[in-house]
Nanobody, 116 residues
Framework: QVQLVESGGGLVQPGGSLRLSCVAS????????MTWHRQAPGKERDVVAS????????HYEDSVKGRFTISRDNAKNTVYLQMNSLKSEDTAVYYC?????????WGQGTQVTVSS
């Protein structure tokens, strides 16, 4: 079955960095677009970044441009989100997601807290 497992979240001070990972299984990872989303308390879940099959297409939400970098390693079935210059407003649960056969598949999420 399709599984997405995120890791790498934690508590970091403003200005710090974290690298999130999402390991995929149960489908041919290299054939699917992958996205990172986040959901802050009391807010909707929003897309943060997305990446094409061979990293040829990359998009970022405006507030993270220049600070976050999405990448993927198809040999490891893993998508990454490198987050630099973190701000308090980046505090959220971060999820990876993909679309397969008309359905969305989500990981369980990883908490990122930016606080001094």
């Amino acid at each position: 079955q399709v599984q997405l497992v995120e890791s790498g979240g934690g508590l970091v001070q403003p200005g710090g960095s974290l690298r999130l990972s999402c390991v995929a299984s149960g489908f041919t990872f290299s054939r699917y677009f992958m996205t990172w989303h986040r959901q802050a308390p009391g807010k909707e879940r929003d897309v943060v970044a997305s990446i094409g099959l061979s990293s040829e297409i990359v998009h970022y939400e405006d507030s993270v441009k220049g600070r976050f970098t999405i990448s993927r390693d198809n040999a490891k079935n893993t998508v990454y989100l490198q987050m630099n210059s973190l701000k308090s407003e980046d505090t959220a649960v971060y999820y990876c997601m993909t679309h397969l056969g008309g359905s969305e598949y989500w990981g369980q999420g990883t908490q990122v807290t930016v606080s001094s």
